[in-house]
């Protein structure tokens, strides 16, 4: 029977059916990051159980950890104590530890593929919902919480129900300035935070696979935005290029081996999806989020839209903004290129470009706080943090920083911030933060001009 | 876990929609703390005035609300981070049940993890609900049965919901997951040598 990438790898690792669509599945790597990471080691012992892999265990401390320069273990204290934790758990398990500083350190999301540790084919898990990232490459990865965690560290098993299958196709050509990020933006905005729910995405069509791989990541980032643990894209000529030569990469025989089994992967011609949604890649313009969910927002041409319902109408207050007005030119205070989702070096790459010899507008602060210690190097051996600097952006140590506020680095209430992160709650980004969620580029130009800009017309 | 049957009391209503998992406890919460004493820090964006004091605009902090049982919220209940926190929270505060339209992926598993029931209704029953609550506050209550799979509104009437089998038995039973997965660790360990022998590449590649 025709199945789709979704299929074939849940089907790979059913350990045991256990029946009305259960499943007791393999889980081939385990992913963790300081705050959940240390949590689940501490509770898999105070258990009585013992790692039921610690191989196929990696873990590095990204949420709670300071991004200043110079930064160490304790710069922001009220971290400390975990990644200690952390560190003891790791060499009592014998699970390997990226720490600070150390290549391979990272966001847990942004070291895996550059690593790596998450191939085509395999599952994932890591107790962190934007572990859907992961699926760019190919994988099943998925977030879980504290006790689903718990069980694969003891078990290496998970116990899952088998979501349906969701297509989404983008098809055509990108216009100049628009990003994976716009791409996935403008779905959510079309269909909603809920549309994923229950469904394993895959991302499909032209413009997909034109895609670069880190481009890919940044689609399936925001998965769990449009509700769907699971965002995968087929692995192709342009993920193998990516991964081979890697760390954790097979290597030789095994990875001719691999290759065969990885080019079996992609779904059949006639596989069946539950949903599919097509999306003409052309017709998507720079996006901008103006309220509090990833689905509010609009292309950057476009007004602040009316208010539909109270939701709505809470956010245009939080957010500080009027209906009807363009979002464009709306003064900004704060502009944060990082985060899971973009802070690769094609994001860089992307966001510096914009630059050229102009200089952030007075009164903004601009950070730029690279996804991984290997994207940090490999930026400044390029220059890259020598032309933020340049222009005024401060260049950082890798972590999460500003996408979620718990480690000390906050946006001041009431401030305005453009970020390449994925979350634009209330509060994410420290208390009364107001966040516009855009690509690197968008982020950039909002840095130069100190408002809200359409990248497309900074030249 | 926590083992569920029935609970019978009031129903506080949060019906905005898409409450993620950040407003129901702020991440900072969690750095280094415990399970247990979450409740107070529940919804405090929300709940508190900027001087520490309660928001009397917070559903919650109405007399009639504090000490509810069951709260009724709007469509996408619990998404965001996949923080199991949330879910501790929500018990620290004495919920033991959530009604809503439908809720995160994640949030929706973590609740069976823990013993808080996550109920989907259709979204205009919810807001009846709420209606009959607001009108009687403090006396209308709401009974929600786990076994019979049914709420029992304000005014008597008995509503089937929908949950998963497997999902319902472990939850009427506190049943411990990964003492039942353990049993089967041959299967697991024939199932690993196998896969080695097909797949050396996804094995060798990290040893
Ligand atoms: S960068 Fe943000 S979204 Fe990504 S793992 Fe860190 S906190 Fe989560």
Known sequence: MARTLFDKIWDSHVVADLGEGWSLLHIDRVLLHDLSGARALREVAERGHALARPDLVFATPDHAVSTAPGRTAETFAGGAATLHGLRQRARETGIR????GQPGNGIVHVMAPELAIVLPGLTLVCGDSHTCTNGGVGALAFGVGASELTHVLATQTLMQRRPRNL?????????????????????????????GTGFAVEYAGSAVRALPLEARLTLCNLSIE???????????????????????????????????????????PDAHFDVEHSLDASAIAPQITWGNSPEQVVAVTDPVPQPRHAGDRAALDYMGLEAGRPIAGTKVDWVFIGSCTNSRLSDLREAAAVLGARRVAPGVTAWVVPGSEQVKRDA??????????????????PGCSLCVAANGETVPSGARCVSTSNRNFVGRQGTGARTHLASPAMAAAAALTGAIADVRSLG | MQPFRTVTGIAAPLLRANIDTDMIIPVQRLVGASRDGLGPYGFERFRYLADGSDNPEFPLNRKAFRTAPILLAGENFGCGSSREGAVWTLMGMGLRCVIAPSFGDIFHNNCFQNGLLPVRLPEALIRRIAEAVEASPGN????????????????????????????????????????????????????QARDRAARPWAWDSVS
Do not use: C, N
Not at chain 1, 97 to 100: E, T
Not at chain 2, 146 to 152: D, G, M
């Open chain 1, 97 to 100: 530890l990226f720490d600070l």
């Open chain 1, 226 to 268: 449009m509700g769907a643990k699971m965002g995968m894209v087929a692995p192709d000529d342009t993920s193998f290029e990516y991964l081979a030569g890697r760390r954790f990469a097979p290597r030789g025989a095994q990875w001719e081996a691999a290759l065969a089994a990885w080019r079996a992967l992609p779904s059949d």
């Open chain 1, 380 to 397: 400044e051996a390029e220059g890259l943090h020598a032309r933020f600097q340049a222009a005024g952006f401060e260049w950082r140590e």
């Open chain 2, 140 to 191: 209308a209550r709401v009974t929600v049965d786990l076994e019979r799979q049914e709420v029992i509104t304000p005014w008597g009437e008995a509503v089937p919901f929908a949950v998963d089998a497997r999902k319902k038995q472990a939850m009427l039973e506190g049943l411990d997951e990964i003492a039942l997965t353990k049993q089967r660790a041959e299967e697991i360990a024939a199932w």
């Open chain 1, 167 to 195: 297509r989404l196709r983008y098809e055509g050509r990108l216009g100049a300035g628009v990003t994976a990020k716009d791409m996935i933006l403008a779905a959510i905005g079309r269909y909603g935070t809920a549309a």
